[in-house]
């Protein structure tokens, strides 16, 4: 089995210490997110061999489609998971896009498909739908998108959307793959008829094996077989004490008062994955035990201490280079695809990600591998992470 690793854009600044945001509340990180910096990340995971960017869609934090398609010409290979939201574009726009996008980058674009959890952060887009409409309008607009990349001209009259002789003038080759997350009984049907990956959040194996399971059910009636994957913040270090220092280090950076902010806000949230993120450390928070990074280890090596002030993805792998690549095994085994992985600061973490737990998955013969990846030494004290390859400059 081989694996499909992506990284992750941070479109609204990046920082060593975690920065909050998404879900409806703001973002903001000490180094601003250019062009210039976000290449120095995308460069970097295209040398790792990894697949793809995730660039999020929302108002904290940059315009996906813009910032990508400036970023497709500071590489060469490497795809982008450009995240969107179904009920602020027209589908025959979003698929024009998409085709003019695959024309001048051809293969290297994915699309990741945000229906949206949060009512008030829609309202601010002109967007007044409950969440059972959203998914409602959602599937009708995949359904007009499909049909529109394969070449038909389509008249469409539904409950949200009103299509009329719309056709494209060029056609994405190869078309986009569509990736699609959500943990309401609404996202289910949608996923399974759509997706052709099916995403989740960082929770412990089990509950992601179930949510396989339930996902995998409900495709099967439409006849299709969805990949799947997670999204997953990492933390990795030559030794196990390393990385926990260094989430101790993270969790020392957050006041009472920063986390309790950003808990209110997410408790606005409609959505069933945030809840379930939210629920991984609502004990620690309750009784105060959160300042111990260890106290949030909600399962071996999984750590809920991101969630405590980042909406959206909240877990993080910890531990040793080793540790981490067998968790990532562990996910695999239960039938994980592919994994969308990102740390504090973006860049660093990367190498400590690629120097570190790629050559263990190589051996194991979970990711093919790179130049980059096969020669690095799994471990060293002087710790090569930071040397960049030729022409490419040193992460600070």
């Known amino acids: ?25 703001p973002a903001g990180g000490d180094r601003r997110a250019t062009i210039g910096y976000l290449s120095s990340i995308v460069q970097a995971a295209e040398e790792f061999g990894f697949a793809s960017a995730l660039t999020p869609t929302g108002a904290w934090c940059e315009d ?3 910032t990508t398609a400036m970023l497709a010409r500071e590489t060469e290979r490497l795809a982008f998971l450009v995240a969107f939201r179904p009920g602020l574009i027209s589908p025959t726009l979003a698929a024009q896009m998409a085709a003019t996008f695959s024309l001048h980058a051809p293969g290297r674009l994915l699309l990741n498909v945000v229906t949206g959890g949060e009512a008030h952060e829609q309202r601010a887009y ?26 038909e001209t389509v008249t469409h009259r539904g409950t949200h959307l009103d299509i009329e002789a719309a056709c494209l003038p060029t056609l994405p080759d190869p078309v986009p793959p569509l990736y699609f997350g959500g943990s309401s009984r609404a996202a289910g049907p949608v996923a399974a008829e759509h997706a052709d990956v099916y995403l989740t959040w960082g929770e412990p194996v089990d509950a992601v094996a179930d949510k396989i399971t339930w996902i995998r059910g409900l495709a099967d009636r439409h006849g299709r077989k969805p990949r799947f994957g997670i999204r997953l913040h990492v933390i990795t270090r030559d030794t196990a004490e390393e990385a926990w220092t260094q989430a101790g280090r993270l969790l020392g950076a957050l006041g009472e008062d920063v986390v309790a902010a950003a808990q209110a806000g997410l408790a ?8 379930r ?34 909406g959206g993805a909240g877990t993080a792998l910890v531990g040793s280079h080793a540790e981490v690549a067998d968790r990532i095994a562990d996910y695999a085994a239960a039938g994980i695809d592919e994994f969308v992985f990102s740390g504090y600061p973006h860049l ?49």
């Open 1 to 25: 089995m081989t694996l499909t690793l992506h990284w992750f854009l941070p479109t609204y600044g990046d920082s060593r210490y975690i920065v909050g945001g998404g879900h409806g509340l």
């Open 64 to 66: 996906a489609w813009l």
């Open 126 to 151: 002109g967007d007044h739908l409950d969440k059972e409409e959203r998914y409602t309008r959602c599937a009708e607009f995949l359904s007009v998108v499909r049909r529109l990349w394969a070449g």
């Open 268 to 275: 606005r949230s409609e959505s069933t994955g945030q809840q």
């Open 277 to 310: 993120m939210i629920a991984l450390h609502q004990q620690t928070r309750g009784d105060g035990s959160w300042r111990d990074a260890r106290a949030l280890e909600v399962a071996p090596n999984l750590w809920a201490g991101v969630g405590l002030v980042r």
């Open 348 to 396: 660093e973490e990367l190498y400590w990600f690629g120097e570190g737990v790629l050559p263990h998955l190589v051996r194991r013969g979970l990711f093919p591998g790179s130049a980059t990846a096969s020669t690095s030494s799994s471990s060293s004290s002087s710790h090569n992470a930071f040397l960049p390859a030729p022409g490419r400059r040193r992460p600070g």
